[in-house]
């Protein structure tokens, strides 16, 4: 008797629990689950948004690697993440060591740097576009004042996915600092006052203690940068629009344009599950070659 | 088990939202197509009494961001129901993303019976995919000769014509007087070469001072490319597609020339800037650039600044061999699947062949299509000078060779060209043997 009432409240409790995760879960399922099983579903298929799929097969996934230009929407992908992730985890471990101490106007410092990872990335590419532009841009101007010769930041070939990586390493670097500084914060103070009187100045100090203190953090860190920069496409669409040429066209952009530019649907949905399986392969592989490093420091 | 019950039962709820989001797109988009026309049919709610000839409801999409002549068109139901009967309601979207919308409706089933479209680029693609009523058997060929040609051309596919056309457009030289007065050069005239462009783009550019002769959108990949790059192929007696569209000719010598031409502007004279105007940067009206390819629709923006409203012309583009230019515009559709083809298509023709089309065009500044009306705009004080040169140039405009994969083999060709533009490929002939080898790609995609 006990029993079946504990049981009952027991239910009851899973049903006010249930209810508030709904708004949740009905979201996910509507918003991602949904459309990403049918997104799956299109990828083998000729959808074109206005008459009904017809099922090809595997054709779409053939076609992609038979283009050119997702080849080089692919490398160039690739590409950018080299320029920015690493990039972008060493200069905010960098600079989350230098401003995790107390001195006086920290906190500015601090909210100067953060202030990029709040501000749109449509207003960022904007600005920043008028930064690079070829003629009277600030930055050629500049150089200008140094008699140096101008930079075809976004107009050369070479150069177009390189300024769209400075800008992004920029604009991501408040974040990664932030969450250096919490990982930093969480090093025990008298590993280092140990060291100090081993001897040890704080560069032994920074790799000896601080960089495998903070493996879980790095870790973290650096996935979320690698996911991130593999999905690039705001600043992308903004900056260039691919170009020029193709310079800057990546995978997003890529299955963009075929979605919604030229409407097939189907072969931009397989160009999606590509993007996807390379995330997901890649974040494995650093989940593998990072455990180690991470349960060691831990 | 209540619990279990009302659980299940969320689930299901879940699972039903699920499956209506499979047709969101439609779903949202329908919305905010009935919210868009709310305004609009407030207006004719009234005098529905009484008895009518056909009782047909017809809904037309037009373009929201050309008010004055969406308004035009909505006063005009009223009249168009007391003669013959049909409802019409006018639905005005002003959305850049006008075309998807049009896609997500006809995927849900709930499109509009008839839309204004972009003439050509979307048409043909919906033509293709049976989205839009042939209109042939409704005797839309005796309309034929009222339209010049190219025009004509963008609303037929294989053996059929899918609409008629309301506005065009084509491309001309504009030019800043000010600055060919300041350099003592001759304004451009209708018999201008390619070699006068050419060398009044050099006397016109002086990098230092950030001075160029021409913009030429060597930048844009977005069709800019293509589209202002044709009329020089055209002018060279060059051709892009074979005549069945199903091969890409553009490799041929005059090809050639004309690419070569532009490269020799770009990066030889360097009279053309390299880079994209940065956002609300008009480079022409701002004096950066002497002169410019562009269409009727910047008119009413360089006559609305005070600053700059008597400092430029408009001549036809430079000839070669011969004058050509492009031409585009928006032409009117009818769906396949509306309920009623006859009214749809007789209101059609009333929108775009009868006297209404003049109210139409005195309230959106735009080519006529038709030649009888070649010098519409001759008498009005501000515009009548520019409107008639590009009216003039109507005669030997071309049609882009239209096919169902359009925007895509616009784009590949903007790149492939971009790539000699830009000095990735050196070699002229081969930059365009692997243009037309990619378009060719696409084109056979579509025969399959």
């Known amino acids: 008797m006990a029993h079946n009432k504990s049981g009952k409240i027991q239910r009851r409790k899973n049903f006010w629990g249930y209810l508030f995760i709904a708004p949740n879960f009905i979201g996910f399922l509507v918003f991602m689950l949904v459309p990403i099983l049918m997104s799956l579903y299109y990828s083998f298929t000729d959808y074109d948004v206005i008459t009904s799929a017809n099922f090809v097969g595997v054709d779409n996934y053939i076609k992609l690697f038979q283009d050119d230009q997702f080849i080089t929407a692919l490398l160039n992908t690739l590409w950018y993440c080299v320029l920015t992730v690493p990039a972008g985890v060493v200069l905010a471990l960098l600079l989350a060591v230098l401003f995790n101490r107390q001195i006086p106007g920290i906190g500015v410092f601090r909210t100067l740097t953060f202030i990029p990872v709040i501000t749109s990335m449509v207003a960022v590419s904007l600005v920043w576009s008028m930064l690079y532009e070829d003629n009277g841009g600030l930055l050629n101007t500049l150089l200008g004042y140094l008699n140096l010769p101008p930079v075809h930041w976004l107009t050369d070939t070479n150069m177009a996915m390189i300024s769209i990586a400075i800008m992004s390493v920029w604009k991501g670097l408040g974040y990664n600092m932030t969450i250096f500084l919490a990982g930093l914060q969480g090093v025990p103070h008298d590993l280092y006052e140990a060291a100090t009187i081993d001897g040890a100045n704080s560069v032994q100090k920074f790799f000896k203690i601080t960089v495998p203190m903070i493996g879980p953090t790095t870790y973290f860190v650096s996935l979320m940068s690698l996911i991130g920069s593999l999905q690039v496409f705001d600043q992308v669409y903004i900056m260039t629009n691919g170009g020029p040429v193709d310079a800057t066209k990546t995978v997003a952009m890529y299955l963009y344009q075929y979605g919604f530019q030229f409407y097939k649907m189907g072969y931009a949905c397989a160009a999606a599950y590509v993007l996807f399986i390379l995330v997901f392969v890649v974040s494995l592989i650093q989940n593998r070659s990072s455990k180690k490093w991470a349960e060691a420091s831990v | ?448």
């Not at chain 2, 693609?125 to 839309?140: D, F, R």
């Not at chain 2, 050099?202 to 293509?226: E, R, V």
Request: glycine share 6%.
């Open chain 2, 1 to 448: 088990m209540k619990a279990k019950k009302l659980m299940s039962l969320i689930m299901a709820g879940a699972l039903l939202v699920g499956a209506l989001a499979g047709c969101g797109g439609s779903g949202s988009s329908s919305s905010t197509a009935s919210e868009e026309s709310k305004t609009s049919s407030t207006a004719e709610t009234s005098g529905t009494a009484e008895t009518a000839k056909s009782d047909a409801k017809l809904t037309i999409w037009v373009y929201g961001w050309e008010k004055a002549s969406a308004d035009k068109i909505q006063e005009d139901t009223a009249k168009y129901k007391e003669e013959t009967g049909v409802e019409v309601t006018v639905v005005p979207i002003a959305s850049d993303s006008y075309s998807t919308k049009i896609q997500a409706t006809l995927a849900g089933g709930n499109n509009p019976d008839l839309a204004f479209v972009d003439a050509g680029v979307q048409s043909i693609q919906l033509a293709a995919k049976g989205k839009l009523l042939p209109l042939k058997e409704y005797g839309v060929e005796e309309y034929k000769d009222k339209f010049y040609d190219s025009v004509w051309d963008t609303m037929t596919y294989k053996d059929d014509v899918y609409g008629l056309r309301i506005t065009s457009n084509n491309l001309a030289l504009f030019y800043n007087k000010e600055k060919f007065a300041n350099a003592n050069l001759e304004e451009p005239t209708a018999d201008w070469t390619w070699d006068d462009l050419r060398s009044a783009a050099k006397a016109l550019t002086d990098p230092d001072n950030n001075a160029y002769g021409l913009d030429l959108p060597i930048y844009d990949k977005n069709g800019g490319y293509t589209w202002t790059w044709l009329p020089f192929l055209w002018q060279n007696g060059g051709k892009m597609l074979n005549d069945d569209r199903t091969e890409a000719i553009f490799n041929s010598p005059e090809a050639v020339e004309a690419l070569e031409f532009w490269k020799t502007m770009v990066q030889e004279d360097k009279s053309v800037p390299l880079q994209a105007a940065p956002t609300g940067v008009n480079r022409f009206s701002s004096g950066i650039t002497g002169m410019c390819i562009d269409g009727p629709w910047m008119l009413s923006v360089y006559l609305s600044d005070p600053n700059f409203k008597d400092k430029f012309g408009v001549a036809p583009l430079p000839q070669k061999k011969q004058q050509a230019t492009v031409v585009g515009g928006e032409g009117v559709v009818v769906f396949s699947n509306t309920k009623y083809p006859q009214e749809a298509y007789d209101y059609l023709v009333h929108l775009t062949c009868s006297e209404f089309v003049q109210t139409f065009w005195e309230n959106w500044i735009t080519i006529p299509p038709q030649p009888e009306f070649k010098d519409f705009y001759a008498g009005d004080d501000l515009y009548g000078d520019y409107i008639q040169v590009f009216s003039d140039q109507m005669e030997y405009s071309q049609t882009r060779q239209f096919t169902p994969s359009w925007p895509q083999i616009e784009n590949t060709l903007g790149i492939d060209l971009q790539a000699y533009m830009f000095d990735k490929e050196d070699d002229v002939q081969a930059a365009l043997d692997k243009a037309v080898a990619d378009v060719n790609k696409i084109l056979a995609e579509e025969v399959e």
